[in-house]
């Protein structure tokens, strides 16, 4: 099977979310698949000309071919204002426009006239627009979530009246712009059923899979139960739901438990802390804001509870799986493991209210067993359904789907 595959981003390091995803996907299609990879570089993730080479060094081990584009927005402050000034005028959501790209769109094309590709895989909705609906070649695109429900929560949360007016009209432009595009993919991938569901709703007759994220069981492994009172965050504080979800925690939620536990300290991992949180942890030795990090590992052993304060998000949560592979006790709000095949009670523990969540946490926090009862049942249950190479397989049975489905139309 030979397979186009069209990335918002170059997926290396495999350091969370997107990237994570992206890249053993990939390993494993190329077990069974020669592989194609057009990607656009985040010069946030892949800094230097030395950071793309390895990544693509990296790849090469499985695509046949890796090629890079710019992303122009990304190219400057003065570009993303551009960018967001573009999108306030045009009828197309700013993710599109950002990955608008003339070079981007004429490889694609050579590379179908050139080569006899058995499928296109778009890895998210904005590479829609590189897909010319007069090919015979089946296609897939995968949703990693809804990107109208995404940008609908941001806004909920949002406080800034014209922030929440852009994001409300950046929603209505999302919403078209599904509707217009996802049909006309042979299967749309989703990686929760919910997320299958809202979409399947709003766009009938979308012919559907579910391949959802999962984690590297002989990376992320249990270690010895920690009794020091610690509590865990990891996420890239770029993306708004993680930094969301943490403010929120130290506002809403941490004073409520220091005062049961006051020698309690609470770690935030992840890249590009905003100003807030520093503050925060100036103001409090036992908040520690780490930035990032090239291993969560050592961190998330090192904690007794993993929070989960996620108010906004959609697909699942790769964060919450690798947690889960190492074996940890985890509370978190409803959205937060939104997607995944868990058993409130028996996998993780569920609060949504500051009040719940504070008190949830601090009664795993006081009960050693618990914990532990907790963090087998979640390790055993990550091993089972979500390693990688199940999840692999999945993604090449859409293939197929969609690859039957081109047969029977043609």
């Given amino acids: 099977m030979k397979v186009l595959f069209l990335s918002q981003i170059v997926p290396y390091p495999p350091h969370g979310g997107v ?8 390993r494993e299609l190329g077990r069974e698949a020669r592989v194609h990879l057009l990607a656009f570089v985040h010069p946030d993730v892949l800094p230097t000309e030395a950071a793309r080479r390895e990544s693509q060094a990296a790849l090469e081990k499985f695509c046949e071919t890796v090629e890079y584009f710019p992303l122009w927005p990304k190219a400057s402050p003065v570009h993303r204002i551009a960018g967001l000034a573009a999108s306030a005028l045009s009828p197309r959501p700013f993710s599109v426009l950002a990955h608008r790209s003339a070079a981007f769109h004429r490889r694609v094309s050579k590379l179908v006239e050139t080569k ?17 609906q007069r090919w015979t070649i089946p296609t897939v695109l995968t949703h990693h979530n809804i990107e109208s429900q995404l940008m609908e929560r941001r806004a909920g949360a ?25 049909g006309t993919f042979d299967v749309n991938v989703f990686v929760s059923q919910p997320d299958e569901k809202t979409l399947g709703e709003r766009v009938p007759g979308l012919r559907t899979a579910i391949v959802p994220n999962g984690v590297d069981v002989e990376y992320f492994t249990p270690s010895q139960v920690q009794d020091r009172p610690v509590l ?12 969301d979800a943490v403010i929120f925690f130290l506002n809403e939620i941490w004073p409520l438990i220091r005062k049961r536990v006051p020698d309690v300290r609470f770690f935030a991992v992840g890249q590009d802390p ?10 409090d030795p036992q908040i520690v804001v780490t930035g990032y990090v ?44 939104e997607g995944l095949d868990v058993r409130p ?33 979640a390790r055993e249950l ?15 049975d859409a293939y197929r789907l969609a690859m039957e489905k081109g047969r029977r139309e043609q």
Wanted: hydrophobic share 45%.
């Fill in 294 to 337: 090239n291993d969560v590992r050592p961190f998330v052993w090192d904690a007794s509870v993993y929070v989960v304060p996620l108010r906004v998000g959609g697909g699942t949560r790769l964060k919450v799986l690798d947690a889960m592979a190492m074996g940890k006790a985890m509370v978190s709000t409803s959205i937060g493991f």
């Fill in 274 to 283: 905003p100003k807030e949180l520093l503050d925060l942890a100036a103001r």
């Fill in 158 to 182: 949002e406080s800034g009246l014209f922030a929440r007016i852009y994001l409300q009209r950046e929603t209505r432009k999302l919403l078209a712009y599904e509707a217009e595009m996802s």
């Fill in 232 to 243: 865990i965050y990891t996420g890239g504080m770029n993306m708004f739901a993680n930094r």
């Fill in 19 to 26: 990237l994570q995803r992206g890249y053993n996907l990939l």
């Fill in 116 to 132: 006899s590709f058995d499928l296109i895989h778009a890895d998210t909705i904005a590479l829609a627009q590189f897909i010319d």
């Fill in 382 to 396: 990550v091993e089972h359904r979500y390693s990688w190479r199940t999840i692999g397989g999945q993604l090449l």
């Fill in 345 to 377: 009670d028996e996998h993780l523990l569920v609060a949504d209210s500051p009040e719940q969540f504070a008190e949830k946490t601090v009664r795993l926090l006081q009960d050693p067993g618990r914990r532990l009862t907790l963090g087998r049942n």
